[in-house]
């Protein structure tokens, strides 16, 4: 864990800032009881609190993992890192991280910290960071209570996870940016052209910020032919349809081999401050 994002970190329990022990195997926070996080194998602290609650199982983020690295949401990554390079972010929080895709390719020009309260999540892209990433690191927390020090964040990213408002203007730098992206409202359709006898434009985002001011908005479309029906139930998998889905409806993706669909990303950019 480099410097810049050891000093972006506090103490999940007594919001202390945090430093490594001379032994490197954990981080101790500053406060009047001291508090010792240990490292896991992989790299990661898990700062969560008693009731924060889990995240995504490690079946889900194999899921994930599988269609993400297959490059079919790539052009979106590129979008984010050409917007946090424009505003010249050094040092980011990507804020409901999941499995680390979109984290670990911010991360060779800044700081990036990673958290998700999936311990699988965490713990895969903390594997991949170790492997070939400098800048990132992650831990475990939630983001209604993010284990990060006030006003320490450039940016922070926030990409279809719950938008905490409060939380993420608590921890940006006066004058730093939220990207938030959400799905735009034909994307996924041809994926719910085969599932759905009438499908049905997505509403946006519901979430959006009201304190924060609002800078920019984007719109990032494009076709894909997704090849492979495992990669195809995988996507399916990645989506709130997966759990909205009667079993009749699910079955006709069983023997799908190939699946165009657009792609659909609303991209917000909101600032603190004037």
């Keep these: 864990m480099n410097n810049t994002v050891l000093a972006m970190l506090r103490c999940p329990v007594c919001a202390t800032s945090m430093q490594i022990t001379e032994d490197g195997r954990s981080c101790k926070c500053q406060g009047t009881r001291t508090h010792s996080y240990d490292f896991a194998r992989s790299g990661y602290l898990n700062l969560t609190r008693p009731g924060d609650g889990e995240g995504d199982l490690k079946e889900a983020v194999n899921a994930r993992k599988l269609f993400l690295s297959a490059g079919y949401y790539e052009p979106l990554s590129n979008e984010i890192n050409t917007i946090l390079q424009n505003l010249n972010a050094k040092t980011v929080l990507d804020a409901g991280c999941g499995e680390g895709y979109y984290t670990n390719r911010m991360a060779n020009d800044r700081a990036v910290l990673g958290v998700d309260l999936s311990r699988a999540g965490i713990d895969s892209a903390a594997k991949q960071a170790k492997q070939n990433v ?18 320490t964040c450039d940016a922070v990213t926030n990409l ?34 085969v599932l759905y006898e009438n499908p049905y434009l997505n509403p946006g985002r519901a979430d959006l910020p009201t304190q924060m001011v609002e800078v920019e908005r984007r719109r990032l479309t494009y076709t894909v032919t997704v090849e492979g029906n495992e990669t195809i139930e995988a996507l399916f998998s990645m989506t709130p349809y997966y759990w909205r889905t009667s079993e009749s409806d699910r079955i006709k993706l069983q023997n ?15 600032k603190k401050g004037d």
């Design 160 to 193: 279809f996870a719950p938008c905490c408002e409060e939380e993420f203007s608590r921890v940006l730098k006066n004058g730093g940016y939220l990207i938030l992206v959400g799905a735009g409202e034909r994307h996924l359709m041809g994926l719910k052209q």
């Design 256 to 270: 799908i081999d190939t699946l165009q669909t657009e792609l659909d990303f609303d991209i917000f950019i909101y």
């Design 134 to 151: 400098t800048g990132a690191a992650f831990a475990v927390g939630s983001i209604f209570s993010i284990p990060v020090r006030d006003e």
